[in-house]
């Protein structure tokens, strides 16, 4: 299997089991904070990230918004270690991710959910979302069952397990790709672009789905979208980014009535059309 998806299904291995049949620590997790600080990335004589600074609270929805090319994926892959800052700090649940200390093992887990929802197509839907509970013998197998289930239900996919990703729709892929991280019972989840290539129904039942896993579970979410209207419907906060800096962070409500011309300009290309139309 890849090794990317390793990475990113970030969790621990034990042999200590619970009273429900599964690892011990595993279950219904709390949301980590997540603190950016000062965060500065180069790409050579690019300056992509200019010292970015954001506070997520523990259990909070926060999106992270802005036009194409200003550094959202960029920030989005230093906090799940897939791109080292050059500077700054990134610390979740008060861990530094950069600089563990060496006897102290990471206390939370955290998925990160694809724009390509990156499925296995060998596998079928329910081996894509046990795949993880499986490979570290998280549960018993009788309770990696009932989770599987448990998790295509909270998306929206009750009984789906036996489809493979050829038979799916993209909203229906994206939602297996959400039971998937689901399924490790993440301290934190993240959704690079979650609405990519739906259509705007398809991007609202989405909507629902997190803004109901929002109800349901106590995990904190980071997404980043391009998507406005996707973006001040579901979060708690939001920011927004523009060329490589935080210009604005605040709730939807906030964010609406912003005069940062930098905020205004941004809802007006994406609510109306090209500017100067
Ligand atoms: N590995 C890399 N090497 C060099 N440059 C990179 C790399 N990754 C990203 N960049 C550059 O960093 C800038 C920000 O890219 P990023 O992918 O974060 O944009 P984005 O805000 O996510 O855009 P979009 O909305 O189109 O996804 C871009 O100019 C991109 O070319
Ligand atoms: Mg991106």
Same mark, same amino acid.
């Given at each position: 299997?890849? !090794?990317?998806?390793?990475?990113?299904?970030?969790?621990?291995?034990?042999?200590?089991?619970?009273?429900?049949?599964?690892?011990?620590?595993?279950?219904?997790?709390?949301?980590?904070?997540?603190?950016?600080?000062?965060?500065?990335?180069?790409?050579?004589?690019?300056?992509?990230?200019?010292?970015?600074?954001?506070?997520?609270?523990?259990?909070?929805? $926060?999106?992270?918004?802005?036009?194409?090319?200003?550094?959202?994926?960029?920030?989005?892959?230093?906090?799940?270690?897939?791109?080292?800052?050059?500077?700054?700090?990134?610390?979740?649940?008060?861990?530094?991710?950069?600089?563990?200390?060496?006897?102290?093992?990471?206390?939370?887990?955290?998925?990160?959910?694809?724009?390509?929802?990156?499925?296995?197509?060998?596998? !079928?839907?329910?081996?894509?979302?046990?795949?993880?509970?499986?490979?570290?013998?998280?549960?018993?197998?009788?309770?990696?069952?009932?989770?599987?289930?448990?998790?295509?239900?909270?998306?929206?996919?009750?009984?789906?397990?036996?489809?493979?990703?050829?038979?799916?729709?993209?909203?229906?892929?994206?939602?297996?790709?959400?039971?998937?991280?689901?399924?490790?019972?993440?301290?934190?989840?993240?959704?690079?672009?979650?609405?990519?290539?739906?259509?705007?129904?398809?991007?609202?039942?989405?909507?629902?789905?997190?803004?109901?896993?929002?109800?349901?579970?106590?995990?904190?979410?980071?997404?980043?979208?391009?998507?406005?209207? $996707?973006?001040?419907?579901?979060?708690?906060?939001?920011?927004?980014?523009?060329?490589?800096?935080?210009?604005?962070?605040?709730?939807?409500?906030?964010?609406?009535?912003?005069?940062?011309?930098?905020?205004?300009? $941004?809802?007006? !290309?994406?609510?109306?059309?090209?500017?100067?139309?």
């Amino acid at each position: 299997m890849s !090794t990317l998806f390793h990475k990113l299904m970030h969790g621990f291995s034990a042999d200590l089991f619970d009273g429900f049949e599964c690892v011990v620590g595993y279950g219904d997790a709390q949301g980590v904070g997540v603190s950016i600080q000062g965060v500065h990335k180069y790409f050579g004589d690019k300056h992509v990230l200019k010292g970015i600074d954001l506070e997520v609270q523990p259990g909070e929805t $926060f999106s992270i918004i802005g036009p194409s090319g200003t550094g959202k994926s960029v920030l989005l892959k230093h906090i799940v270690k897939l791109i080292n800052p050059d500077q700054g700090q990134i610390l979740i649940g008060g861990q530094d991710v950069y600089a563990p200390p060496n006897d102290e093992p990471t206390n939370y887990r955290y998925s990160m959910v694809f724009q390509t929802s990156a499925l296995f197509n060998s596998l !079928t839907v329910g081996e894509n979302v046990g795949l993880w509970l499986r490979e570290n013998r998280i549960c018993k197998e009788s309770r990696i069952k009932q989770i599987i289930a448990e998790k295509l239900r909270m998306v929206g996919l009750e009984g789906t397990e036996s489809m493979m990703t050829y038979e799916l729709s993209g909203g229906m892929k994206k939602r297996v790709a959400i039971a998937r991280s689901l399924a490790m019972s993440p301290n934190l989840i993240l959704y690079d672009e979650p609405t990519a290539e739906l259509d705007p129904v398809t991007s609202d039942e989405l909507a629902r789905v997190i803004i109901d896993l929002r109800k349901s579970m106590n995990m904190t979410s980071i997404i980043v979208s391009h998507d406005l209207n $996707f973006a001040l419907y579901l979060s708690d906060r939001v920011a927004m980014i523009h060329n490589g800096e935080i210009v604005e962070v605040g709730t939807p409500a906030q964010i609406k009535a912003s005069q940062n011309p930098l905020v205004r300009d $941004f809802i007006y !290309t994406t609510t109306k059309g090209i500017k100067g139309d």
